[in-house]
């Protein structure tokens, strides 16, 4: 009988070690983010990368196919300020082959795109103008929900280069307290309407308690995009300008079929999208 409890034992503390290396599996600290698990702990908005035959489906839904899943956030914030300074930034110092998309402005209110970000979880950012989005802020709620953030883009979409520093903090900070009305949370970023700023605008976004101005590297036309970079290509970090745009801006194609030709661009380059909020 002897032989026999050894035996068990044996097997016992076999079965056991099994049931450890299982469950410690992908664990470990230089493991790769699991492509189903969320981006990071606390985003309201689910991992584009989610591998599961449901997210093959609502990707293939629009031509595409699921993204990887972004590296987890860094747990400091990598934009840098001076002290007193708002930082200007248009693209995010990283590594890793992430890139950042954002929509400006909010004049096309296609309910086919609010069902196109719902299917996908794309991590983007809005930066709206008020005399644009005010015959239909609801529109822009459910994307909200979605966890994807609202920020300023204005009043009233000026050339802020050729206002003085009360008109232009009047542009800005009215907009903020717009926003934070609708929307139940007061803007952080802030982005010039053509890109346009200077020194009076970096003073009047720090008077209304913007922490950062951004700008961009690429902008999506229709199928293509402009590259800043002589190179043509995107580079890690980098920030997208789109906007809310329809058939009558598009040529006849619709906001889903710019976003859709925006994804693809991003994915045949190998990179993934990743929530600008958590970077800046």
Known sequence: ?????????????????????????????????????????????????????GAEAAYRKWG???????????????????PGEVPVVSDIPTKDKIVFVT??????????????????????????????????????????????????HTLSHP?????????QKNEICTQQKKLGKEYGKTPRLFRPPYGN?????????????????????????????QYQRGDKKLHPGDIILAHFRGPKELKGASMTEMTANMLRHIQEQGFTVARLEDYV
């Open 1 to 53: 009988m002897g032989w026999l409890v050894r035996k068990k034992a044996v097997g016992a503390a076999v079965l056991g070690l099994l049931m450890v290396a299982g469950c410690s599996s992908g664990g470990g600290s230089g493991s790769t983010p699991s492509a189903s698990a969320p981006s990071a702990k606390g985003s309201d908005t689910a991992s584009p990368g989610a591998d599961t035959a």
């Open 64 to 82: 595409l196919k699921p993204f990887a899943a972004p590296p987890a956030p860094p747990a400091e914030k990598p934009v840098k300020a001076k």
């Open 103 to 152: 929509f400006d402005d909010g004049a096309e209110k296609d309910p086919k795109f609010v069902e196109m970000m719902k299917d996908l979880k794309i991590p983007f950012t809005m930066f709206l103008t008020d005399d644009i989005i005010r015959s239909d802020y609801g529109y822009f709620k459910p994307l909200q929900e979605l966890g994807n953030s609202i920020e300023n």
């Open 159 to 167: 050339n802020l280069r050729t206002l003085g520093e009360a008109a």
């Open 197 to 225: 700023w200077n020194e009076n605008t970096r003073a009047a976004a720090k008077s209304c308690d913007l922490q950062a101005i951004v700008l961009w590297r690429e902008s999506m036309q229709i199928t293509n995009m």
